[in-house]
């Protein structure tokens, strides 16, 4: 299997779909087999009409593979991120960016290893929200929808 160029994909939730990311995560690209797909950057556009609600105070919104984060995820305890794309109180769409991950030690910023073949090798890129113990979303509109621009590659092993 021959390395790739980078891929892009598009993808719109429904608001059902946003209502339920804590306990059903959405497929963004499909696994290849021997493969790891390594998400590089993504773009989420919330289509307002109304807020969500229920958002835990330490709610993140991921974009996983496997068991790793590959871009650093909206988190709510630190600028409210996800309320800031979900709950943004309108007139119109909000935006939100996920950057390439990276570890800030002692103030030094690194990449980051340690990471098994059977953590991320043979998974799909998924979207998904940790709303810790307030399960799913409410509020929201069925006119909502929240699209996601993924750029990914996919590394064969």
Request: charged content about 10%; proline content about 6%.
């Amino acid at each position: 299997m021959p390395l790739s160029q980078m891929i892009t994909t598009e993808l719109t939730l429904t608001n059902s779909e946003v209502i339920h990311l804590p306990t059903t995560p959405i497929t963004i690209a499909p696994a290849v087999v021997g493969a790891v797909l390594y998400p590089l950057f993504a773009h989420a556009r919330l289509n307002w009409v109304a807020d969500y609600s229920n958002i835990d105070a330490n709610a993140q919104l991921q974009i996983r593979v496997g068991g790793q984060d590959t871009v650093i995820p909206l988190r709510q305890e630190v600028t409210s991120s996800v309320g800031g794309l979900l709950a943004g109180g309108g007139p119109d769409g909000t935006h939100a960016f996920f950057s390439p991950f990276f570890v800030l030690v002692a103030g030094v910023f690194s990449s980051y290893s340690n990471i098994y073949d059977s953590d991320i090798v043979n998974f799909p890129i998924v979207i998904k929200i940790d709303n810790g113990v307030a399960g799913i979303l409410t509020g929201g509109n069925a006119g909502n929808s929240l699209t996601l621009q993924v750029a990914y590659m996919v590394l064969p092993i």
